[in-house]
Each structure stands twice: as C-alpha cells, then as structure tokens.
C-alpha cells in the first residue's frame, strides 16, 4: 500500500468562497452565489474545476465570452436558466452545456427558480486573457503577470 494520500475527496469538504469580483456598479452582483474550487488544493494546475451553488435569485457572473478560455458546465440539481446571445434556455439535472473560447456568444445561468442550483464549472487555465461583458460595457483584462483590471468598451478605466 502507498503511503500517497488518496486522490478521493468529498467535494463538500472544501469550503465555500463568495466572491464579487466586479468593480463598482457590479460589485454585488454575484450575491447569493458561492463555489469550491475542488482542483486547487489537490494539485491541478491546466484546468481548473468548480462547485458552484446559487440561491433563488442569483446569477452565476455577468453575462460574457472568453477570449482565450473554455467553459464547460454540468447542471446537478436544480433548473437554471440559461441566458446566450440566442436568447434563455431552462437547464434540467444532468444537462450541460460548452462556450468555446472567442466564441464572442455571452453567456451567464440565472437562478429564477425557488430551490437552489448547483453545478459543476470546468475551465482552462490560460495564462493571459480577456472577458467580454457585452451588457455592462466592460472589458477584464488579465495580462501574463496575473493581475486584473476593468476597463470600458472605450478604453477607460473603471
């Protein structure tokens, strides 16, 4: 028997995060929603995967695309709607769904029903990038270095 420690965990036993990482107007925009990155403590480093939960009301981010980064998502429990440049889709258990990078279609889940939505979030992991949020009229850019700043379709900061 190896003395490695077993690659087998429950996901529950990460704690939740919450975060709002919007500037102002939309620094609360993601109120009601928490994840677990369940990859980070245990070594992954090319994709990253995350538990997430959304209370009634909540939205998963403000709608966007990725320039650089996939997005694939795995619907667990409950029945998210979908909301892309194609209009809202009522997402059931076991559904999924893929927004390939620079696909330039804006994507988020919204929680309009009354039970919570947990889902599971995979993504790589690129070293630079850019997300578009084409209903707020901002740009995330994330250079090399990791830093990341928001700008206005225009160029100005927020």
Request: aromatic share 8%.
């Amino acid at each position: 028997m190896s003395d490695k420690p077993s690659p087998a965990f429950d996901p529950l036993t990460i704690e939740a995060e919450v975060r709002n990482p919007y500037p102002p107007p939309n620094d609360t925009a993601l109120n009601g929603k928490s994840r677990r990155a369940l990859g980070d403590p245990h070594g992954l480093t090319k994709f990253g995967v995350n538990l997430t939960e959304m209370e009634p009301g909540a939205v998963s981010a403000l709608r966007h695309w990725h320039s650089a980064e996939d997005e694939f998502i795995y619907i667990i429990d409950g029945t998210p709607t979908l909301v892309t440049d194609s209009g809202e889709e009522v997402l059931q258990p076991r559904m999924c769904a893929c927004f390939p990078a620079n696909s330039g279609d804006a994507h988020r889940l919204e929680n309009k029903s009354d039970a919570i939505v947990r889902f599971l979030e995979v993504g790589n992991r690129s070293e630079s990038e850019k997300v578009h949020y084409p209903d707020d009229d901002m740009i995330m850019e994330k250079p090399a270095d990791g830093t990341r700043s928001f700008r206005h379709f225009d160029g100005t900061s927020y």
